[in-house]
């Protein structure tokens, strides 16, 4: 049966105002000999079961205010939340290490434990339970299926400059400045504080470097297409749409209807692949950033009984 009841207390749970200050929303632990974050459940004698989260690729990585907020949304529900560190995905590096890491992970926490994940991240989820992580259920918050045409779509000027250049970073055409300069621009979009890492860089970049960076940033680079040929031959381990049929557990796929940076396609083709899927296209999401929903309430019941059927 659907857990509405969590669901609800969730999505009620995410509308509250996110802080950016999170210093002392959840507890400093560990899981499998690495950092992590411990939310505890709240409102229930006993905890709905445990959930981990897995944080996108953000260079804050468990502290994003972002990830705390929903992990502590997940807390309020009533769940035992675990959001542990991800070094590779802090520094867009997307090699298969991530899979591995989250199997540990999910081994450590338990075969009932929940996955949940945004954009790639999502997918790399999926990839591990294909590879034999043992889960109750995935969630895949705007994720990929088919990761050679998202990662080809990331490097036009369609999407925003963030993705692009997490992708650009895998490709081994940066000396060790530009890469810098680059990770520090990620930085600066990702916090959006007062204190701007990027221009330093920028400023000790050669006219030769400075004009790549640059080129990089707008999309405007014309190397750009021809990059593409250089992602290494790995990337196809992170593939899920080819191993879909490995994924016996129940997944949910929620996609906003306007993400510009992987198309709610991938999720839509993915649901067809797997063979206990629910997949919801929402209006209330863009990629990382939820819609105001006051006046969507066809809306909120879709979201809703995607997230029970992901909580049950």
């Not at 990830?67 to 807390?75: E, G, I, K, Q």
């Not at 992987?262 to 863009?286: G, K």
């Not at 950033?289 to 006046?295: F, L, Q």
């Amino acid at each position: 049966m659907p857990a509405w009841t969590p669901a609800l207390k969730f999505m009620l749970a995410m509308q509250r105002p996110m802080r950016e200050d999170v210093a002392g929303i959840g507890v400093e632990s560990e899981l499998a000999g690495t950092r992590a974050i411990r939310f505890a459940p709240r409102g229930v004698k006993r905890a709905r079961g445990k959930v981990l989260v897995v944080h996108g690729v953000t260079p804050r990585g468990l502290v994003d205010p972002r990830m705390v907020h929903l992990s502590d949304s997940l807390a309020a529900a009533g769940f035992e939340v675990f959001a542990p560190e991800f070094p590779g995905l802090q520094r867009a590096d997307l090699r298969p290490v991530t899979v591995a890491q989250i199997s540990t992970y999910a081994e450590a926490l338990g075969p009932e434990v929940r996955l949940l994940a945004p954009s790639f991240a999502g997918g790399l989820c999926l990839r591990a339970v294909a590879e034999g992580a043992t889960v109750r259920s995935v969630c895949s918050i705007g994720g990929y299926g088919h990761v050679r045409d998202s990662l080809a779509r990331l490097l036009t000027p369609a999407v925003d400059a963030y993705p692009r250049i997490a992708v650009c970073l895998n490709l081994g055409v940066f000396d060790d400045a530009e890469a810098e300069a680059l990770r520090a621009w990620l930085w600066d979009d990702s916090v959006r504080g007062p204190e701007r890492r990027y221009p330093p860089f920028r400023a000790g970049l050669s006219p030769e470097q400075g004009a790549r960076v640059d080129g990089v940033i707008a999309g405007t680079w014309p190397d750009l297409p021809d990059w593409f040929t250089k992602l290494p031959d790995d990337v196809d381990r992170l593939d899920v749409s080819s191993v879909a049929d490995r994924i016996r557990v129940p997944v949910v796929l929620i996609h906003g209807a306007g993400d510009r940076v992987i198309p709610p396609s991938e999720s839509v083709e993915l649901a067809r692949l797997l063979p206990d899927a629910t997949v919801c296209v929402t209006s209330l999401l863009t990629h990382g950033d939820a819609v105001p929903a006051w006046k969507k309430p066809a809306a909120i019941r879709s979201m809703g009984a995607a997230f029970a059927r992901f909580l049950g």
